[in-house]
């Protein structure tokens, strides 16, 4: 009886432990399902949950891709801000995407910053001028429709050995300049920002408030992803507006080639205007400083020579000269790319170095100048 007694309590216990085990199964199979299901889903991606709306986050996706220039990396996140919901490509982009995608044109809205300023506004206007478009200067339904953007307009400026090796102190003297190799850039933020044609400010918003000074090499900035294609040809002339501030190149057929913005003259004595020509094409030239020319400079009144400085983005007429026949005056880059568009300088006409270099591929000697108010 006993033995029959623990038989029984045995078969109890072993059916109990089927139904535990079949129990199992269910919340198993169940499991893996879900599991599964969420796999196909997407929910999670690398060992995180991923969700089906964005996450309100600036952290980009990367994905390596082999590339020239600065673009290293490409950004494979899309542009829009998270909270949109408009599907519309012609309606997803931004002022900023607006500003990278001229830029690749050679139509420059100055350093690019995100914002629709004035300068954006005229670089707007010249793309719609040759585009058949309402010159608005907005950037309406149509205008986002003919930019017809189609590749990631953010990638990544990778920092090597190289460009570290680039960064040097500035003296704030002339006399101290002139006592220097070439001059180069300051901060890793300073070139940076000038070879991606954007503001610093910008450079730091996209990249967590960097402080744009340490850096070790290898680390990947995100950066507007603003190379060039090759000018389509040479300038027959260049015109320049001295109410607009700005800088356009045409070619034969009266075809806008680049637009940029410029600073003048602060005085208007010192602006030139009518037609001129262009008699010299350098790149990173030097410099000579003339003491005589610089009146307002205590330490010019007290230098009694000229001084040369050597080339570099930070030489007083930047990375490109290109002379006009009319002494002393000359197209030129700068030090100070944000600052351009101003009224500010002795007479001639300042374009950020970037720019400045493009213009250098568009002009040859004898290429005419019409300057204009």
């Known amino acids: 009886m006993r033995k029959y007694t623990t038989l029984l309590a045995t078969s109890s216990d072993r059916r109990k432990m089927r139904g535990r085990g079949v129990a199992w199964l269910v919340v198993f199979t169940l499991l893996a399902g879900g599991g599964w299901f969420a796999w196909g889903r997407g929910w999670f991606q690398n060992g995180q949950v991923a969700l089906d709306t964005p996450p309100e986050t600036n952290a980009p996706a990367l994905s390596s891709t082999k590339s020239s220039g600065i673009n290293t990396t490409v950004i494979v996140r899309p542009l829009v801000p998270p909270a949109s919901t408009n599907t519309d490509p012609a309606r997803a982009l931004s002022v900023l995407d607006a500003q990278i995608a001229l830029d690749r ?37 149509a205008t986002r429709a003919r930019l017809g953007v189609t590749t990631p307009l953010l990638g990544n400026f990778r920092v090597e050995p190289p460009d570290l090796a680039r960064l040097r102190p500035l003296s704030s003297s002339w006399f101290g300049k002139s006592e220097q190799g070439p001059l180069e850039y300051e901060t890793l933020l300073e070139l940076v920002a000038e070879r991606s044609h954007a503001h610093p400010s910008l450079i730091r918003k996209l990249n967590g408030d960097w402080d744009g000074i340490t850096a070790p090499p290898g680390v990947a900035l995100t950066v507007p992803m603003t190379e060039r294609a090759a000018p389509r040809g040479k300038a027959s002339y260049i015109l320049i507006r001295l109410s607009e501030r700005t800088l356009q190149a045409f070619d034969a057929n009266n075809q806008l080639l680049a637009h940029f913005p410029c600073s003048i003259a602060q005085r208007m004595d010192k602006r030139p205007a009518g037609e001129l020509q262009v008699v010299v094409v350098v790149p990173n030239p030097d410099y ?52 351009v568009g101003r009224t500010e300088s002795h007479g001639c006409f300042r374009l ?12 040859s000697v004898g290429t005419v100048v019409r300057v204009m108010e």
């Open 105 to 141: 044109m050679g139509i420059s809205a100055g350093s690019i910053d995100g914002a629709l300023g004035s300068q954006t506004r005229r670089a707007l206007r010249a793309f719609q001028t040759r585009e058949g478009l309402p010159a608005t200067g907005e950037l309406d339904d």
């Open 288 to 339: 000579t400083f003339n003491p005589e020319l610089f009146p307002e400079s205590a330490e010019a009144r007290q230098l009694k020579t000229k001084l040369k400085l050597q080339p570099g983005p930070n030489n007083p007429v930047g990375t490109a000269w290109i002379g006009l026949n009319l002494p002393g005056y000359g197209i030129h880059g700068t030090p100070k790319p944000e600052d």
């Open 352 to 363: 950020a170095n970037w720019n400045a270099e493009y213009l250098l591929q568009l002009v």
